[in-house]
């Protein structure tokens, strides 16, 4: 006899976890599984966002920015420290140790909201008059049936062709977080986000990190004007990092990896590191769903097919987050977790993909959403620029942080804004007014009108909207 459910969610990262919340806040009977486990076999529901993502990255790069601060900005502050050393294993212990509050958090989630959590791998085993049959293995094994199913089963790190993740010598995400000694020289294959921000860490603790991009352009998705800065910012922090080479093969040693490439200007080069980060992007996984068996239709990257309400070609089955187009970003996942769930239980879930801020965490911080400069002037629409650097923003000289810049590009005629790109102190922060404002469909004008607290890095979203109409009040 199996348990049948109004909705059954396979995947508990920020996807699926809350698409089961909103499910169940909706009056919904609702079960989730999630086969993570943590280092004593146990759950770790939260996915790659909490166990290998978002939240470990995050913790080291805050450990990281601590250390770098002591060795050399405190002593501008008047504050001398002498005999400053790094305790790895501290610090990966407090990165696990958030880890773990989050996994617990979320388990609290689900009890304080009725959702039943299985421990396991979720496959579908066939279609039942009530739904859809679904097979647990794993510490809990059920068969259980769900009128809707949401999958929301992520993504998983590409590897290199002829190169496997050891996560000894050649890591992906997950192991660039678990480095249990600074290496001395770390190489990095992919100037993405992971690239820049798992490079950045390791440097800051000590590692020598070189950078190798395929691409020609640095961040070529970016504000070229934002990619441009942040080369020059990171080159001079110690990243070494080259654009456009082509790998040749990668061969890793006992006690090292050589890595030969071509350069940009065609010269044969080689790279001899400790470890090396394959970070080129992330596949979706479907691995264990047993898609096949229900005909579930995956495109031919292996993404679940989805319509624009996440609907996937078999009746009440639904697809979220990193296994499904778009972005691969948390919050993009929880957005369409919660839109499904909604129109699961017959509301009207929205997401507005022309809102979905994107963030890097280096030092200094690069945010943004809408379009940029190339994507306005490629698709002819007439737009004004106004920009503000940190350097004449009080609070940022308070900081002792003053790199970077608001820049905001508004339509010509209407004022509306287009697209908002930060590089600089809390830009993670700073681009929430942004969307807000393009979510609402504001104006710069009706950013230079609002009152911001001063003296505060917002003042400087106020005076780049003042600047869109070239009349800065501080610059
Ligand atoms: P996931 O988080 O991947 O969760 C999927 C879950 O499903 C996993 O727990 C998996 O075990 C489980 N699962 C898979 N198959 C089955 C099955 N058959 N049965 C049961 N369970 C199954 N995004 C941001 O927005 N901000 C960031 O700062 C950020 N930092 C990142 C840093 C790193 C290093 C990485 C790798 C990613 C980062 N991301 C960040 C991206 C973010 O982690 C993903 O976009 C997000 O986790 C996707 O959520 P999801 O729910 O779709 O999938
Ligand atoms: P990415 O797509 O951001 O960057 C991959 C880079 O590798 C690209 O610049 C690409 O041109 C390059 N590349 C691909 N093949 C290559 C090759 N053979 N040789 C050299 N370079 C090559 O992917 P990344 O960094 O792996 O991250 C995956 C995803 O995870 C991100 O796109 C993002 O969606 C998510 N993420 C989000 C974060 C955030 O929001 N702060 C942080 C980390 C990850």
């Given at each position: ?168 010598q050649?890591l ?7 480095i249990?000694a600074v290496p001395k020289k770390l190489g990095v294959i ?9 490079g950045?860490?390791w440097r800051?603790l000590g590692a020598e990190v070189t950078v190798l ?25 110690g990243l070494a ?11 890793v040693g006992?006690k090292s990896i050589v890595v ?9 080069q080689k790279l001899v590191v400790d470890k090396l980060i ?198």
């Amino acid at each position: 006899m199996s348990t049948q459910f109004d909705v059954v969610v396979i995947g508990a990262g920020p996807g699926g976890y809350i698409a089961a919340i909103r499910a169940a806040q909706l009056g919904l009977s609702v079960a989730c599984i999630d086969a993570w486990q943590n280092g004593q076999g146990g759950p770790a529901p939260g996915g790659t966002c909490t166990n290998v993502g978002c939240i470990p990255s995050k913790a080291l790069l805050q450990s990281s920015e601590h250390y770098d601060q002591v060795n050399h900005h405190f002593a501008e502050h008047g504050i001398e420290v002498k005999g400053v050393s790094l305790n790895v294993e501290q610090l990966l212990g407090r990165k696990n140790s958030v880890v773990k509050q989050n996994n617990d958090g979320i388990l609290y989630l689900f009890k304080k909201n009725k959702i039943t959590f299985f421990h396991g791998k979720g496959a579908f085993t066939g279609k039942v008059e009530s739904g859809w049959a679904i097979n647990v293995t794993g510490t809990t094994t059920a068969d259980i049936v769900g009128k809707h199913v949401v999958i929301a089963t992520g993504s998983s790190a590409r590897e290199l062709p002829g190169l496997p993740f050891d996560e000894q010598q050649v890591l992906s995400n997950d192991g660039a977080l678990n480095i249990s000694a600074v290496p001395k020289k770390l190489g990095v294959i992919g100037a993405g986000v992971i690239g820049l921000e798992m490079g950045s860490v390791w440097r800051r603790l000590g590692a020598e990190v070189t950078v190798l991009e395929a691409i020609p352009e640095f961040l070529a998705a970016l504000d070229q004007q934002v990619a441009k800065e942040a080369f020059k910012i990171f080159t001079k922090q110690g990243l070494a990092i080259q654009t456009g080479i082509k790998l040749g093969e990668i061969k890793v040693g006992a006690k090292s990896i050589v890595v030969p490439y071509t350069d940009a200007a065609g010269a044969e080069q080689k790279l001899v590191v400790d470890k090396l980060i394959v970070s080129i992007g992330r596949v979706p996984y479907t691995g264990g769903l047993q898609a096949d068996t229900v005909g579930l239709q995956l495109d031919a990257r292996g993404f679940v097919v989805v319509d624009g309400d996440c609907k996937t070609n078999l009746p009440n089955v639904w697809a979220v987050g990193d296994v499904v187009r778009g972005p691969m970003l948390a919050h993009k996942a929880e957005e369409e977790g919660v839109a499904v769930a909604e129109r699961i239980g017959g509301q009207h879930g929205h997401v507005n993909f022309n809102t979905i801020p994107w963030v890097i965490y280096t030092s200094p911080e690069i945010s943004w959403v809408g379009q940029n400069e190339q994507e306005l002037k490629a698709s002819g629409r007439a737009y004004k620029a106004g920009s503000f650097p940190f350097l004449a923003n009080g609070r940022a000289r308070a900081l002792g942080d003053t790199t970077g810049f608001v820049k905001i590009l508004a339509d010509a005629v209407t004022d509306e804004v287009l697209g908002v790109h930060i590089i600089g102190p809390m830009a993670s922060e700073l681009i929430a007014e942004a969307v807000t404002i393009m979510e609402f469909k504001g104006a710069a004008e009706d950013i230079a009108r609002i009152c911001h607290a001063h003296p505060t890095l917002s003042e400087s979203m106020k005076e780049a909207a003042l600047a869109v109409d070239k009349r800065t009040l501080n610059f």
